[in-house]
């Protein structure tokens, strides 16, 4: 089969070398031409024009940075792609623009999926890590083997083409709330005079997540939280754990948009006093009333990280 992938950066890099192991012929495109002619070295071929590296591919496979991105790639290749080929997207992208953009190709008769990673790198070079998929399900049988190839589960989320896309969002959400838990980790045991080695060495025997106790808490939690995000009469509507160290705050915020969703950071520092008794762990937090980021947009990741593409 021939594909072409636009975006071989880290991960795209690695998703090109596991497709050509595949016996896939692949085109590939990318801004900075250098990095699409170093993965000439295992048979791909490089095109300084996307609209040529189109030609006779059946799958076009997407991993660049961001919704602006996707959009300033396609757009100019409306008349190029040919109405039998898939678009496969593995950006990062907002829920909002996601579903425009599956609605805009699908009213020009092609077939665009989202298909966000759980992935790094070495994920992408050896197929293992996990996939989302959002799309109608005959649209996942139809890819779901060719998926399978590039990844190590592909999971399919609903029918509605911008979940995948809010469920990527969930995740990375989650990876940054346990390096924030680490990092409270870290201090105490420094306030106690516990070497950082030693007290991760407790997750060699303790994985909260695998706690009855800890899945029943996180559970009951996102049912709270679901609860109280929308609320009648426009006032705010808190979702956070009012008893967590809660680093992050999700508010219901009316900015013009129903139910919009935005992230309140709170801005003072957090202080852990190592004096042992009550205030061993005590953490100060104080919002700002006002200070709020729109959290419809990607969250910024560096490349190669283990947020994925």
């Known amino acids: 089969m021939k594909i072409a992938f636009f975006g071989t950066g880290l991960m795209g890099s690695g998703f090109v070398r596991r497709m050509r192991a595949n016996g896939h012929q692949v085109n590939v495109w990318n801004r900075s031409a250098a990095k699409a002619r170093a993965l000439q070295d295992v048979g791909a071929t490089a095109f300084d024009d996307p609209a040529a590296a189109l030609a006779g591919a059946e799958r076009l496979h997407l991993s660049l940075a961001d919704d602006a991105s996707v959009d300033t790639v396609l757009e100019?290749?409306?008349?190029?792609?040919?109405?039998?080929?898939?678009?496969?997207?593995?950006?990062?992208?907002?829920?909002?623009?996601?579903?425009?953009?599956?609605?805009?190709?699908?009213?020009?008769?092609?077939?665009?999926?989202?298909?966000?990673?759980?992935?790094?790198?070495?994920?992408?070079?050896?197929?293992?890590?996990?996939?989302?998929?959002?799309c109608a399900q005959a649209q996942h049988d139809a890819l779901l083997p060719a998926l399978q190839q590039m990844t190590g589960k592909v999971v399919h989320v609903g029918?509605?083409?911008e979940r995948a896309a809010a469920f990527k969002?969930?995740?990375?959400?989650?990876?940054?709330?346990?390096?924030?838990?680490?990092?409270?980790?870290?201090?105490?045991?420094?306030?106690?005079?516990?070497?950082?080695?030693?007290?991760?060495?407790?997750?060699?025997?303790?994985?909260?997540?695998?706690?009855?106790a800890g899945a029943g808490r996180a559970h009951r939690?996102?049912?709270?939280?679901?609860?109280?995000?929308?609320?009648?009469?426009?006032?705010?509507?808190?979702?956070?754990?009012?008893r967590g160290s809660?680093?992050?705050?999700l508010?219901?915020?009316?900015?013009?948009?129903?139910?919009?969703?935005?992230?309140?950071?709170?801005?003072?520092?957090?202080?852990?006093?190592?004096?042992?008794?009550?205030?061993a762990h005590r953490h100060l937090i104080q919002?700002?009333?006002?200070?709020?980021?729109?959290?419809r947009g990607p969250m910024p990741v560096r490349a190669g990280s283990a947020f994925g593409a």
């Open 76 to 134: 100019p290749l409306a008349a190029v792609i040919a109405p039998g080929t898939w678009i496969v997207d593995h950006t990062t992208t907002a829920v909002t623009p996601t579903a425009e953009r599956v609605a805009r190709w699908r009213a020009r008769g092609r077939g665009f999926v989202h298909a966000p990673v759980f992935m790094g790198p070495a994920n992408a070079l050896e197929g293992s890590g996990l996939m989302l998929l959002s």
């Open 159 to 161: 029918e509605a083409p």
């Open 169 to 212: 969002l969930f995740g990375n959400l989650t990876l940054i709330g346990i390096i924030g838990v680490l990092g409270d980790v870290n201090r105490l045991a420094a306030a106690v005079g516990i070497s950082t080695q030693d007290a991760f060495s407790l997750f060699e025997h303790f994985n909260p997540g695998q706690t009855g």
């Open 221 to 242: 939690l996102g049912r709270r939280h679901a609860a109280v995000v929308r609320t009648r009469d426009g006032a705010q509507g808190r979702a956070a754990d009012d």
């Open 246 to 249: 809660a680093s992050w705050r």
């Open 251 to 279: 508010r219901a915020a009316r900015d013009g948009r129903r139910g919009r969703l935005v992230r309140r950071r709170p801005l003072a520092r957090r202080r852990c006093a190592g004096r042992g008794g009550r205030g």
């Open 287 to 295: 919002d700002a009333p006002g200070k709020h980021e729109d959290l």
